[in-house]
């Protein structure tokens, strides 16, 4: 038995589109033609998937023949007693969520530490808008998260919510191939993108990570130079249970004076070659098994980062279990680090790191996250090994961090229309290290702490930070290690710009000023002062694994490593093209003086991306 309802026209593409469960007839309404667009009969028989026939088809044996539908509307045949589309929301129900909204499985993205509100509200987004003239009412969508992210996690998503395609590269995202009967009749969904990144360099002094080298002093550590790097990736699904993911990478250094560092050269390489598999379903969200080499990024980064200001990323390789849901993700992983040399991406086989990760949002704006960290290194240490001792160290991290921002006016209801009215914004951040350094037991630790408030009800929407950050240090070289190990971070963007300093055995009071002259332009200024921990000993680069670049063993340098100064200005041309502008200066203190030649290293760079 099948009941007729009789709908208004607009409402036969919903239709259409959303009952997944029925076989769907079409032809042209009977009666005179109307004034409105043209209707059309549908006619629904249970338990096939929906096709539509041309308009002008004979009507279906469901209906009798010579039951015309008045001009203007539709006839639906359902079966009886199932309820009317749109009855329990006004006639005005939307087409489902496509089966596909939730694929990737991503939570919101991470807010990192010192982290800034970004503008809204009407504007120009982009000189591409100022240009036409085109004021937005909102921010576009902003799908790249490479700067703390990974390219695998890009969120396109908003092109499956009926938005036009804005250019050609939009065509290259989600592309369902297969059956187009419904949703998951098209079983394979295909994403293409990449980036091409280019960056001029003027290092004088010893910058980028030069200071320890005895020449910084007499000019031959100067360097001009040009690094390029290109990426493409392909991201294959089935339906929401498996995936490949390849990304390929080339990184490039031209003209140089010296010898290129080794996170500016690799080759033609294999940046991500992964598989996910859906193992199970937890409160309607997807466990996942990924294999292969990946890149990792978890929490603030000052941990373990995928590095983006190196002209190669850092990659594992290894498997990791995982799951996402808006409130709540989950990781464990078991991995080895990726060595990157000029032309091959190697797998160390002297170290491997593993670990767990859960991150907790009990709302939008803020997010708890708890970790351990295990990192394993068979290779001999650079000193302080203890006589007899094992070569190299094993390293257990357990920490946590909390981070957020809250509108002001909520804990003040003074500031409730004021112009000082905004955003106040908060991180902190600690760990504890235990372990072994050849056979001394380590005992180290680390912590972060920021406050800043955003003005978001005045002009240009000045935002400040306030920080400190504490890395220990070994008083001695025996007895307990108390070196903190900085594992695999994101120093550059929290230690200064000039990459001079790690997060080891380090003191580090800073402030930070950023403001938008304009919606699409991000000016930023950072102030360091740098001192360490324990004089006795080293000043540690920001590469992984305890690396020196300047020491005193007497203690009798002091701890005063010196000050940094950092500008930089990010001009968003559009959707997918950017300039970066920066410029470093690092005043060096009576450590520095006293322990190789008293320079003090500038950096002066220009960056240009293309996203795609």
Not at 1 to 6: A, D, N, S, T, Y
Not at 192 to 202: C, D, H, L, Q, V
Not at 254 to 261: E, G, H, Q, S, V
Not at 411 to 430: A, F, Y
Request: glycine share 10%.
């Amino acid at each position: 038995m099948f009941q007729v309802l009789r709908l208004p026209h607009k409402w036969a593409a919903g239709l259409l589109a959303g009952l997944g469960c029925f076989h769907a007839h079409v032809a042209l309404a009977q009666g005179p033609a109307p004034a409105s667009p043209p209707v059309y009969l549908l006619a629904i028989e249970p338990g096939t998937l929906p096709t539509a026939a041309p308009a002008g088809a004979s009507l279906p044996p469901s209906l009798p023949a010579g039951s015309g539908a008045p001009a203007g509307e539709v006839i639906l045949s359902l079966p009886a007693g199932a309820p009317a589309p749109g009855a329990a929301c006004g006639g005005q129900c939307p087409a489902p969520e496509s089966p596909w909204a939730k694929v990737p499985s991503l939570s919101p993205q991470p807010l990192p530490g010192a982290f800034l509100v970004p503008p809204s509200g009407a504007g120009y987004y982009s000189a591409v808008d100022c240009l036409y003239g085109k004021c937005r009412e909102t921010a576009p969508p902003t799908p790249y998260r490479t700067l703390f992210g990974s390219f695998y996690d890009n969120d396109f998503r908003y092109l499956d919510k009926g938005q036009d395609p804005v250019d050609c590269f939009d065509y290259l995202k989600r592309i369902r191939i297969g059956s187009t009967d419904c949703p998951w009749n098209h079983p394979w969904e295909l994403s293409i993108g990449g980036e091409e990144r280019i960056r001029y360099m003027n290092e004088e002094g010893g910058a980028s990570g030069r200071l320890g080298d005895p020449n910084a002093g007499r000019g031959l550590r100067d360097d001009r130079y040009t690094l390029l790097r290109s990426r493409v990736y392909g991201d294959l699904w089935y339906k929401d249970f498996f995936r490949v993911y390849l990304e390929y990478i080339d990184a490039e250094s031209f003209d140089r004076n010296l010898p290129p560092l080794a996170i500016d050269v690799g080759r033609s390489q294999f940046q991500n070659a992964f598989i996910d598999l859906k193992l199970m379903e937890i409160n309607d969200r997807p466990v996942y098994a990924r294999a292969g080499r990946q890149e990792m990024t978890y929490g603030s980064q000052r941990m373990v980062s995928p590095l983006d200001w190196a002209n190669t990323r850092r990659t594992f390789d290894g498997a990791k279990v995982f799951y996402r849901s808006e409130q709540f993700d989950v990781d464990a992983f078991w991995t080895r680090p990726v060595l990157t040399t000029p032309v091959d991406f190697e797998t160390d086989h002297v170290r491997q790191f593993a670990g767990a990760f859960a991150t907790y949002r009990p709302n939008k704006d803020q997010a708890f996250d708890a970790y351990y960290f295990y990192l394993e290194n068979d290779a001999p240490v650079a000193f302080g090994a203890a006589p007899g001792g094992r070569a190299g160290y094993d390293v257990n991290t357990v920490g946590g961090r909390w981070v957020g921002k809250h509108k002001a006016s909520d804990l003040l209801p003074g500031l409730q229309g004021s112009d000082l009215n905004g955003q106040l914004l908060w991180e902190v951040e600690g760990a504890y290290q235990f372990g072994d350094y050849t056979s001394r037991l380590i005992s180290a630790g680390m912590t972060t702490a920021g406050l800043g408030y955003a003005f978001t009800e005045l002009p240009m929407q000045p935002q400040f930070w306030a920080y400190f950050d504490y890395a220990s240090g070994s008083p001695n070289s025996t007895g307990t290690f108390s070196t903190y190990n900085q594992l695999f971070p994101f120093g550059h963007y929290y230690l200064g710009f000039a990459d001079i300093v790690g997060r080891e055995n380090i003191h580090d009071w800073n402030c930070q000023l950023s403001f938008y002259p304009t919606k699409w332009i991000t000016c930023l200024a950072q102030y360091h002062v740098f001192r360490l921990d324990e004089a006795r000993d080293a000043l540690y680069t920001k590469t992984s694994g305890y690396v020196t670049e300047r020491r005193d063993p007497t203690g009798r340098a002091g701890t005063d490593v010196g000050q940094e100064l950092d500008l930089l200005a990010n001009f968003q041309l559009d959707r997918h093209n950017s300039v970066l502008v920066g410029f470093s200066k690092f005043f060096s203190g009576e450590f520095i003086k006293a322990t190789g030649p008293a320079v003090n290293p500038e950096l002066f760079y220009v960056q240009y991306s293309f996203r795609w």
